[in-house]
């Protein structure tokens, strides 16, 4: 079965630290993975999008990486602001050619105090 | 910057009663998708349309459901009998292509609630 488990549930750090977000998936066939930011009540952003051969993809602050041996995928975000607490959804794309689907992580809530 | 607008931003109607939300996708984007989110829970597929027709539906798009793009900007979700369990946030979507990375960019979604 096609699923995305997302790690912690929920986090709460300080303005200015460094934080790191996980994601491990069970998706056959894999295309691609994708890492959204969601603010509540909004429609989700788009950060990356990282193909099989990618092992890391920069946005600004936020860096993602993924081990397609081990399905897994993590976000860092450093230096955080307050600006980025939100919900952070992994999704990864499976299917091949336009017979493709998305498949939904239940997302990272993330809180950024001052 | 080019985006995905959604109206209203929030409905409120009675079981039993239709509800049309209404789209509008990026102009020279060519896919378009419907999503939904229960309050807590996964964004969820409810289906996908290309060239005026749907290219894909998921389990929860039943009969109750139906999409059009009555002319060249539009593209609407139709609930016919609204549920209690239809709350939900409902995000449209679109994209450039279907093939490749296939970015899709959603809406800002429109909150229903059905009482």
């Known amino acids: 079965k096609n699923q995305v488990e997302q790690s912690p549930q929920s986090l709460i750090i300080l303005e200015g630290k460094n934080c790191t977000l996980q994601?491990?998936?069970?998706?056959?066939?894999?295309?691609?993975l994708r890492w959204y930011k969601q603010d509540t009540g909004r429609g989700p952003v788009s950060l990356t999008i990282?193909?099989?051969s990618e092992n890391t993809k920069s946005n600004g602050r936020y860096t993602a990486t993924l081990d397609a041996d081990t399905k897994q995928s993590s976000l860092h975000i450093t230096a955080s602001q307050l600006s980025d607490s939100a919900s952070y959804i992994c999704?990864?794309?499976?299917?091949?050619?336009?017979?493709?689907?998305?498949?939904w992580g239940l997302g990272t809530s993330l809180a950024v105090n001052p | 910057e080019p985006e995905v607008t959604q109206t209203p931003s929030h409905q409120v109607t009675q079981m039993g009663q239709e509800v049309i939300l209404r789209c509008v996708p990026i102009?020279?984007?060519?896919?378009f998708y419907w999503y939904r989110q229960i309050l807590g829970q996964k964004v969820e597929f409810l289906v996908s349309?290309?060239?005026?027709?749907?290219?894909?539906k998921s389990e929860i798009f039943d009969d109750q459901f139906s999409v059009e793009r009555p002319d060249g900007s539009n593209f609407t979700l139709k609930i016919r009998s609204t549920k209690l369990e239809d709350s939900a946030m409902y995000f449209c979507?679109?994209?450039?292509?279907?093939?490749?990375?296939?970015?899709?960019?959603f809406g800002p979604g429109t909150r229903l609630t059905v009482l």
């Open positions: 990282m193909t099989f």
């Open positions: 979507a679109s994209s450039g292509t279907s093939g490749g990375q296939n970015e899709q960019f």
């Open positions: 102009s020279n984007h060519l896919y």
């Open positions: 349309f290309y060239n005026n027709e749907i290219s894909e």
């Open positions: 994601c491990n998936y069970t998706v056959s066939p894999f295309s691609n």
């Open positions: 999704v990864v794309s499976a299917g091949a050619g336009n017979n493709r689907k998305l498949i």
